[in-house]
């Protein structure tokens, strides 16, 4: 109890346990159960202890093991204890009867699965009918803690619970059992209670119930707290059952005298009761308006709380403002975490159900300063939404633009306040609004609010990286509005450009090369109020018609779909394709020669596009304009006019070795343009996701009371009828329903400030100058890094090409090879050959590649492993990152050949199960890096599928390596 350790006297308590001295006994089982832990050994010990003590004829002993069964068990003991406890049902101690059924309580509670069994409820519907009361008492415990899980196997014990009830309220118990002239009160409850469950949703049984619920009511009603309790039940059943509008009215006279007693404890069973009453029968709250608002203001914290559920379950819309103020008004003075986290999600829910537009964003706006870090990120994605679309009506366009400038009127004041004391969630919510809509505000310019979101960036060190990001957009949208980009933003951009976050850097990066090389571009990337746009996609990609039409007329080749394209599904397993992975399929001829190829085109390794002539040059090799490369630009051409073409500038060579003088196009320079206040764009831009779930406008909304000092009974009235106003059914308003998003959106409203000077030429007045990076040296081959952008590269385990293959070339076709002569090729047709990639390469196989399979990783081979399978299964559970493959193979279709591939790689096989078609490997990298795999070959013949598990203490390695054996067992 000191919290010293007694485990020296342990053995001791538990030869007391075993002592013939009923004295002794009880002691070594209550001292047992007292220090005993539930894992300690010493209680197996005692299990035979009790088992020969339930076998006793003594019927303490038989007790003493009853009691201390409750207590000592545990859930892995109660088979070995269970059937002797129910043959103590059936013994002839009215007091052994009684301690067994609450020795099954404790069972059930332990091991449910052991228990809910059908012998057990027939013994129950037996115990129920017991000629002793107290043992049917005790038989209610466990009725009732089964039925909450499942009534129905206790649905026929109905109409005996109600001769039960029927005979306690008559006083045919013995006098015993009375409490202050009620007659055995707990057994009535537990009984009340037991036919709650069982009449919920149970239009049959709850028929049986109405009578003797009524007659309880009236035979409880003496004017004693036990049986205030009993009445107190019985208007929770009625509200839990099937309902009775006599039984109603009868329940809602018992609430009332007891929400105008002088007694707290009467007082909270009445806001209880009524909370319970009122979630489906709002009418009978009206009557105790004054009451309420009493309760309300009650010095009695726990009444007050009491108070606040029952607002929340009566809220409508008429009175959704008063009572959402109440609860704003009780969270900010209390200091109890979990409270506030309670009454934080049920303003957030009353505010999206009920709430107007301009009362949600203040609601949420207070919440969030008052309580923000109980407020979840799908409230503030909610807030953004309604703000974003608004109504969502035609009729209702000048309700959202009021609905927006008010919100940035409210956000645009905050940013005055201290940055600490502002959460992080409001302050992300913030930026977006301000970003969105600043243009909107009436006593802020654009300038203004944006040096105050750059001031608030530079003292926010403490500000998540998350945050940053989104007050960083808005600065980007903002500049984008205002047309000029002033010293502080422009200060803000080129810090973060070199952030250690990739994406805040890449964000920076771009918007510099935006501003610096397109500034004209601004209005369609940073689109005025286009959060809620549908983005329309082109699935035929329809605008580079005139840019294919013209390359095709240049002489370029037509696309064509071939049939070995890199697809891994589709493989051809006929001929040579069988003995090699590779594929031998000649590379197009070049329409030019040095034509370059660029590899930001290519959608995996094997794809090549050919550099069409006027469209910009490329750089010469070895230099790359990294700032420029991740972004997507387009520049304009000089063949058609106005026809969109692609733009290859500043795209490296990487592939092969330097070309020796080769021919390069003069680079076009886009032309200069003017950088103005931007004019939304027609098509639509998703700057920002938002979730889908949106808000419409409250057409009813109640005037705030006035808040001029009166006498406390009006003062009282006025609360009560801002409260109850709503609650008839006759004058509430619909429930306003959400609407769906708008699938059409209109114009944007125009910035209300004087629209921004443009410059003559060239860019704004103070941009961030272009960087130019110094030339890299000349790019090493390196085929797993040959495009540096942001399309996903497909990784060699997904390929069946392999680019260091040699290729038959095929000579080009003649037109008439009767007529004339082909022509002897003077160069290699393979552009690739040109270059000086296939030096020293011949046309023979790669048998080298072949024979030679063995893993490689950071230039570390993988070599075997060699444990039992013991000690891998101890290692099995050990390994953290696991990578699993599951591909269907041509090769390994036995477990054979997939023991025999996991050697080729470098693995030890440690052991193949033949009966299940599994097994097991081992290997091991650079000495510290261990890999572990599980393999199983499932199907036969063509429908073979391999499922791998591989299981590494490095993650990328493991996934280097299931890519690599995905590619060897297909």
């Given at each position: 109890?000191?919290?010293?350790?007694?485990?020296?006297?342990?053995?001791?308590?538990?030869?007391?346990?075993?002592?013939?001295?009923?004295?002794?006994?009880?002691?070594?089982?209550?001292?047992?159960?007292?220090?005993?832990?539930?894992?300690?050994?010493?209680?197996?010990?005692?299990?035979?202890?009790?088992?020969?003590?339930?076998?006793?004829?003594?019927?303490?002993?038989?007790?003493?093991?009853?009691?201390?069964?409750?207590?000592?068990?545990?859930?892995?003991?109660?088979?070995?204890?269970?059937?002797l406890v129910l043959k103590m049902l059936d013994h002839n101690s009215e007091i052994v009867r009684k301690k067994a059924i609450i020795a099954m309580h404790r069972f059930h509670q332990l091991a449910p699965e052991s228990v809910e069994k059908q012998e057990l409820v027939e013994k129950l519907r037996k115990v129920i009918c017991d000629r002793d009361p107290s043992v049917m008492g005790s038989s209610l415990n466990v009725i009732e803690s089964m039925a909450a899980v499942d009534p129905k196997p206790f649905k026929e014990l109905v109409a005996s619970l109600i001769s039960i009830l029927k005979q306690i309220i008559e006083h045919r118990l013995p006098t015993d059992f009375e409490y202050h002239r009620v007659p055995a009160p707990w057994i009535q409850m537990k009984i009340i209670r037991i036919l709650a469950a069982l009449g919920?949703?149970?239009?049959?049984?709850?028929?049986?119930?109405?009578?003797?619920?009524?007659?309880?009511?009236?035979?409880?009603?003496?004017?004693?707290?036990?049986?205030?309790?009993?009445?107190?039940?019985?208007?929770?059943?009625?509200?839990?059952?099937?309902?009775?509008?006599?039984?109603?009215?009868?329940?809602?006279?018992?609430?009332?005298?007891?929400?105008?007693?002088?007694?707290?404890?009467?007082?909270?069973?009445?806001v209880t009761g009524l909370a319970a009453i009122v979630e489906s029968h709002p009418q009978y709250a009206e009557a105790?308006?004054?009451?309420?608002?009493?309760?309300?203001?009650?010095?009695?914290?726990?009444?007050?709380?009491?108070?606040?559920?029952?607002?929340?379950?009566?809220?409508?819309?008429?009175?959704?403002?008063?009572?959402?103020?109440?609860?704003?008004?009780?969270l900010r003075g209390t200091t109890d975490s979990f409270l506030k986290e309670d009454l934080t999600t049920k303003v957030c829910s009353l505010a999206e159900r009920y709430a107007p537009n301009n009362l949600y964003v203040e609601t949420i706006t207070e919440l969030f300063a008052i309580s923000g870090e109980f407020v979840s990120q799908e409230v503030s994605q909610q807030l953004m939404t309604l703000i974003a679309e608004g109504a969502g009506e035609d009729e209702d366009a000048d309700a959202d633009t009021i609905l927006r400038q008010h919100s940035v009127t409210i956000y645009a004041d905050l940013l005055e306040k201290p940055i600490a004391k502002l959460p992080q969630l409001l302050i992300e919510t913030m930026a977006w609004v301000l970003g969105e809509y600043a243009y909107l505000s009436a006593d802020y310019t654009l300038e203004e609010i944006l040096n105050k979101l750059c001031e608030l960036v530079r003292k926010g060190k403490q500000l998540k990286e998350s945050t940053r990001k989104i007050i960083v957009t808005s600065i980007m949208k903002l500049v984008a509005q205002a047309g000029t980009c002033p010293p502080q933003a422009a200060k803000i951009i080129d810090d973060f450009s070199k952030s250690k976050n990739q994406d805040l850097q890449q964000r920076c990066i771009e918007f510099q090369n935006l501003i610096t090389c397109a500034p004209h571009m601004l209005g369609e990337v940073l689109p005025v109020d286009a959060s809620c746009e549908d983005i329309q996609v082109d699935p035929d990609l329809s605008f580079m018609d005139a840019y294919v039409s013209q390359a095709i007329a240049n002489g370029a080749k037509q696309y064509e779909n071939l049939d070995d394209d890199d697809d891994d599904d589709d493989y051809d397993l006929t001929g040579s394709a069988k003995a090699s992975v590779f594929k031998?399929?000649?590379?197009?001829?070049?329409?030019?020669?040095?034509?370059s190829y660029t590899s930001s085109s290519m959608g995996g390794v094997g794809s090549n596009s050919p550099h069409i002539a006027g469209t910009g040059g490329a750089p010469p090799s070895g230099s790359y304009n990294h700032s420029q490369h991740n972004g997507i630009t387009s520049a304009n051409t000089t063949a058609p006019a106005n026809e969109p073409q692609l733009n290859v500038r500043n795209v490296a060579n990487v592939w092969?070795?330097?070309?020796?003088?080769?021919?390069?196009?003069?680079p076009i320079a886009p032309e200069p343009g003017n950088f103005s206040a931007p004019v939304p764009a027609p098509v639509p831009s998703n700057n920002w996701s938002t979730t889908t779930s949106s808000y419409s406008t409250q057409q009813t909304s109640q005037p705030p009371s006035e808040s001029v000092k009166t006498e406390e009974q009006l003062r009282k009235e006025r609360m009560a009828a801002a409260l109850f106003g709503g609650s008839a059914p006759s004058n509430a308003p619909g429930i306003a329903r959400r609407r769906a998003?708008?699938?059409?959106?209109?114009?944007?409203?125009?910035?209300?400030?004087?629209?921004?000077?443009?410059?003559?030429?060239?860019?704004?007045?103070v941009v961030l100058p272009p960087t130019h990076p110094a030339p890299a040296p000349a790019p090493v081959v390196d085929l797993l890094d040959f495009m540096d952008d942001s399309t996903p590269i497909q990784t060699s385990a997904a390929l069946d090409v392999d680019v260091l293959a040699p290729s038959p070339i095929e000579p080009a076709p003649v037109a008439d090879p009767i007529h004339e002569e082909p022509a002897v090729p003077t160069k290699p047709d393979d552009p690739f050959a040109a270059s000086g990639l296939f030096d020293g390469f011949s046309d023979a196989p790669l048998s080298s590649l072949q024979a030679d399979s063995t893993f490689e990783h950071n230039g570390q081979s993988l070599v075997p492993l060699t444990i039992t399978t013991a000690q891998f299964g101890e290692k099995w559970g050990s390994v953290p990152h696991a990578s699993p493959i599951s591909t269907p193979s041509s090769k390994c279709t036995t477990l054979d050949s997939f023991m025999d591939v996991c050697k080729s790689v470098g693995l030890y096989n440690i052991e193949a199960i033949p009966a299940t078609n599994e097994g097991i490997c081992g290997g091991m990298v650079g000495g510290t890096e261990l890999v572990l795999i599980h393999g199983k070959i499932s199907g036969s013949g063509i429908s073979t599928k391999v499922d791998v598990t591989i299981k590494s203490t490095d993650a990328t390695l493991g996934r280097c390596l299931a890519m690599y054996m995905q590619n060897l067992i297909r």
């Open positions: 109890m000191l919290g010293h350790d007694g485990s020296f006297g342990y053995i001791k308590a538990v030869e007391l346990a075993a002592s013939s001295s009923i004295i002794h006994k009880r002691t070594g089982y209550l001292l047992c159960s007292a220090c005993l832990a539930p894992s300690h050994e010493f209680r197996f010990m005692l299990v035979n202890q009790m088992q020969r003590d339930l076998s006793s004829s003594s019927i303490l002993e038989i007790c003493a093991s009853l009691i201390a069964v409750t207590s000592i068990i545990t859930g892995d003991m109660v088979p070995a204890m269970q059937s919920k949703n149970d239009s049959n049984a709850s028929n049986g119930m109405y009578e003797i619920l009524g007659e309880t009511m009236k035979k409880a009603d003496v004017g004693i707290n036990a049986g205030y309790a009993v009445v107190y039940e019985c208007v929770r059943t009625i509200t839990c059952i099937y309902p009775n509008s006599t039984l109603l009215d009868a329940a809602a006279d018992a609430i009332s005298r007891f929400i105008q007693s002088k007694s707290q404890n009467l007082k909270y069973f009445g105790h308006q004054m009451s309420v608002i009493e309760c309300l203001e009650d010095r009695d914290e726990t009444l007050q709380r009491r108070t606040l559920d029952l607002l929340y379950k009566m809220t409508n819309p008429v009175n959704v403002q008063f009572i959402t103020g109440k609860l704003l008004d009780f031998m399929t000649p590379y197009a001829k070049p329409t030019a020669p040095g034509a092969g070795k330097k070309p020796a003088n080769l021919p390069t196009s003069t998003p708008r699938t059409t959106v209109a114009a944007p409203v125009a910035p209300t400030l004087a629209p921004v000077q443009a410059a003559p030429t060239g860019p704004a007045p």
